[in-house]
């Protein structure tokens, strides 16, 4: 996007990035939701039921942690609809289930088949950093929403204020040297520059105004081999490091949770987590928005 007087640093996601098959799901929903995604889902939720929704729109819900805080927050006559790419994450997100009605599709973001201001809210848990084409899925998101509705979506911060990821990274370099294994850096930690996300918005049309949240928080887990295992079953780097060695995943395994026990200590690990949250809101008439965020919210600079 030259033509914005900007320049990429951010590598895009490669295919393999998205693949959340085979057993993954299981392991994402079992060590990755607990360890990270649960603060931020039930932050996200709060934020959209101070909107006072009637139709809400989840993509890229994976196994579903936004989707159930949305469902359990929420009057039972918000419609909240749930989508993702890949249909294995959304049928264990399914089978979980939700305290309240959930309308459960596969579906792609580039072409969601939604009518036109179909949506009061459009929610995405640190999905967008995923989406192929970032400032067509803004778009298509801005199609969706009805005029004053709300985009809100998560993206992580630079792996390096990610304490557990960071350390598996550096660990998976030290055992893979020639080729060191970067899906996590590439594409969940690859997409949290402020002129790039204000830039992609504005790019897309649609929104008349864009804010970024900062939210800290920490993960914390019984010990060590638990934050390995999560980023090395529970996400794409799994099939990274197998491609590398298809043996190599039980080695992988012990070199990232004996880095993190000597960073960390071996009992009752705590590692600092950052995201950001922004909230964009299409043009038209603006939403009534209340107050009661987590308290370690931040505007972002």
């Avoid at 019984?222 to 590398?244: K, N, S």
């Avoid at 603006?286 to 965020?293: A, E, H, R």
Wanted: aromatic share 8%; hydrophobic share 45%; charged share 20%.
């Amino acid at each position: 996007h030259s033509d914005c007087g900007r320049v990429r640093t951010i590598t895009a996601p490669e295919e393999s990035d998205t693949g959340f098959v085979g057993s993954v799901p299981e392991f994402y929903d079992r060590y990755m939701v607990p360890l990270i995604f649960e603060p931020y889902a039930n932050d996200l939720a709060t934020r959209v039921r101070a909107l006072a929704p009637t139709d809400v729109l989840e993509v890229a819900a994976g196994s579903g942690v936004v989707t159930r805080a949305l469902a359990a927050g929420l009057n039972e006559s918000v419609s909240i609809t749930a989508t993702d790419l890949n249909q294995p994450m959304l049928d264990h997100a399914e089978a979980v289930g939700a305290a309240g009605p959930v309308a459960w599709q596969q579906a792609d973001v580039m072409n969601l088949p939604f009518p036109d201001a179909s949506f009061d809210v459009v929610v995405c848990q640190f999905g967008v950093m995923f989406f192929p084409d970032k400032v067509a899925a803004h778009a298509e998101v801005a199609r969706v929403l009805r005029p004053g509705g709300t985009y809100l979506f998560s993206v992580w911060d630079a792996i390096e204020q990610n304490e557990f990821v960071h350390v598996v990274e550096r660990s998976l370099a030290e055992l893979f040297p020639s080729d060191p294994p970067r899906f996590m850096s590439r594409t969940p930690h690859g997409y949290y520059d402020d002129d790039v996300l204000r830039g992609d918005l504005a790019m897309c049309g649609g929104f008349a105004s864009v804010t970024i949240d900062t939210v800290d928080a920490h993960s914390r887990a019984a010990t060590c081999h638990i934050p390995a295992r999560a980023y090395l079953e529970g996400t794409p780097l799994r099939a990274e490091v197998e491609a590398l060695d298809p043996n190599g995943l039980a080695v992988a395994l012990e070199v990232s949770a004996a880095a993190l026990t000597q960073r960390f200590g071996s009992v009752d690990p705590v590692g600092k987590i950052r995201g950001f949250v922004v909230t964009a809101t299409k043009s038209g008439l603006l939403p009534t928005v209340q107050s009661g965020f987590l308290s370690d919210i931040e505007p972002r600079e």
